[in-house]
């Protein structure tokens, strides 16, 4: 029997992947870890983390991602994409960090996977009725080969359909079995079998009988392969990770491009002026994102707009973000609230996230204002799901202001509203709030540009380090002088530049065919960022915080220039 990567066999039970737990499956020398996530989602994955190889079969399955035991790296739900990494707490993983996934079928009470083409297990029409009994499995040290041709001698179909794996067999009993082989090695094999329309009042005993038959059958198979030349070992393949990879490497070199389609699957009132969309991938999957994350929406009428993603870890099947109505839209949210439909199909990018979750806090406290929630909410859920203290606390005009209410509404005593506050009273309030920093406590503030600037001085004055503080603009308020004229010299590309009056750097860059990421463009999320290395900023983002600019060390290219008549960077 020739074992090639493309067979499809069960590598599990149905009932060896209750939630929380993660189960050792094996094929062709491939070891995988296989976990059922809450939503019901089976994950096959190969069976190691990607930093220091150690087996994600010992890992802990949390329901939403997969946590290695060694240095806590996590995994999302689906995609294997890694979401958090403790040694680096503050910095959002790069998307190439995503584990090796197979495909998986779950069939006639088995987990089904391969190490080749997607083209599904072999059919079992004897098993369709849906009335089967799944049996427990037999581990044999022998070939598959030769658990076949046992399992053949005592079957009246020869077993010759399919890839040669299986043997369908009438009981003594009149039942009709399949058994399916399981090639674990080339001298080890896992025997699974399906009663199908069992009718017997005692499963438990059937099982037992079944069982010790099974028995029976391994002890002659392996009485067999001892007597037999020892077969050489399948050798796994693992694809190699680079030491970049391991190591944090900075965001892939993209420019504001679409790479995913994804359609409009709902549609509906997040809140008042807030239309929340549901956006599903047209074929395939869509890529990992982690708290805080946004994506670039690119509309029908030829505008960019980025925006948070609200989902929660583990809901990876589509992104959600939500909209508000812009009294002076430009053309953005008008279009996303009154163009775009259910079924609509939409060009995106890939998720970025500049706006990063520690999850190391002793406490985490979120501040939003208004349409501010969206990216604390996946922040809030991520933390309450794993049993971090949080409180939430959301300022908006009225509960019908309040966005993705549900959502909140599940955090339940850690969420606060407060409702039609003024200036001075939010003030006021903030004042309480951030009044004395409990130890090892951090901020997370989202909303309009007056409540960001008042609960960042608020925070400074009550004596919290920058460090502690964490902040996002919805966009730069903040005028931008445009009139210098300075050189930037490219210390990877060896290429020295003018940048003009009323030209950006990031422009210049792109004229010049050095393409940097960036996303709002202006000076808002962070994707732009260069490394100075020499030169003085003139900074004209919001991103940075104000020890940041002093420090001189980084610069958002979309809107910021040079003091100097000469800057160079690390591009």
Request: glycine residues 10%; contains cysteine; aromatic residues 6%.
């Amino acid at each position: 029997m020739s074992l090639t990567n493309d067979i499809w066999s069960p590598i599990a039970a149905s009932g060896d992947l209750p939630f929380r737990h993660v189960f050792h499956g094996q094929l062709l020398g491939q070891e995988f870890a296989a976990w059922r996530a809450d939503d019901g989602h089976v994950n096959v994955w190969e069976n190691r983390c990607l930093h220091r190889g150690v087996r994600l079969s010992i890992g802990l399955n949390d329901g939403r991602e997969l946590v290695c035991q060694y240095h806590g790296w996590r995994y999302a739900n689906r995609t294997a994409g890694c979401t958090y990494i403790p040694a680096h707490p503050a910095d959002a993983p790069a998307r190439t960090i995503t584990n090796r996934t197979y495909p998986v079928v779950e069939r006639y009470g088995l987990i089904w996977t391969t190490l080749g083409e997607e083209r599904g297990p072999p059919a079992r029409p004897e098993l369709d009725s849906g009335d089967l009994l799944t049996l427990r499995e037999m581990a044999a040290n022998a070939p598959a080969a030769m658990a076949v041709a046992a399992l053949r001698r005592h079957g009246d179909d020869g077993g010759q359909e399919g890839d040669g794996l299986s043997v369908t067999l009438t009981t003594p009993e009149g039942t009709r079995a399949a058994f399916f082989v399981q090639p674990v090695d080339s001298g080890r094999c896992v025997i699974r079998g399906v009663l199908a329309g069992d009718r017997s009042p005692d499963s438990i005993a059937t099982l037992r009988l079944h069982n010790e038959r099974l028995k029976a059958l391994r002890d002659v198979i392996e009485a067999e392969a001892l007597a037999a030349p020892a077969p050489e070992p399948l050798a796994p393949v693992y694809a190699p990770v680079s030491a970049e990879l391991a190591e944090m490497p900075g965001l892939l070199k993209a420019g504001r491009r679409a790479s995913l389609s994804v359609a409009v699957s709902r549609k509906w009132a997040a809140g008042a002026d807030v239309a929340g969309f549901e956006l599903a991938a047209v074929s395939g999957g869509l890529p990992t994102f982690q708290p805080g994350g946004h994506i670039d929406v690119h509309l029908p009428n030829g505008l960019i707009r980025p925006y948070s993603l609200v989902n929660a870890p583990g809901e990876t099947g589509s992104y959600v973000i939500g909209v508000k109505r812009d009294p002076a839209s430009r053309g953005g949210s008008q279009t996303l609230h009154e163009t775009v439909r259910e079924g609509d199909l939409l060009a995106i990018s890939e998720p970025r996230n500049n706006f990063p979750l520690r999850r190391d806090a002793n406490l985490t406290i979120f501040i939003a204002g208004g349409v501010g929630v969206t990216p604390l909410i996946a922040m809030a859920q991520a933390l309450d799901h794993s049993g971090s203290a949080i409180a939430f606390h959301c300022f908006a005009r009225d509960e019908a202001h309040i966005a993705f209410a549900d959502r909140l509404g599940a955090l339940k005593s850690r969420f606060t509203p407060h409702l039609g506050l003024d200036p001075v009273e939010t003030e006021a309030r903030l004042r309480t709030l951030l009044g004395q920093r409990p130890v090892g406590a951090h901020v997370y503030l989202c909303g309009p540009t007056p409540m960001l600037e008042t609960a960042r001085r608020v925070a400074a004055e009550a004596g919290w380090p920058e460090a502690a503080v964490h902040f996002e603009y919805f966009k730069n308020e903040r005028a931008v002088d445009a009139g210098s004229s300075f050189e930037i010299a490219l210390a990877r590309s060896a290429l020295t530049l003018t940048v003009p009056a009323g030209r950006t750097i990031l422009e210049v860059l792109r004229d010049n065919g050095v393409d940097l990421p960036s996303s709002c463009e202006q000076g808002a999320c962070g994707t732009c960022e260069a490394t100075v290395l020499e030169g003085e900023p003139d900074h004209q983002d919001v991103y940075l915080s104000d020890a940041e600019k002093r420090e001189g060390r980084r610069i958002m290219t979309c809107v910021s220039r040079a003091r100097s008549a000469r800057i160079t960077l690390d591009v």
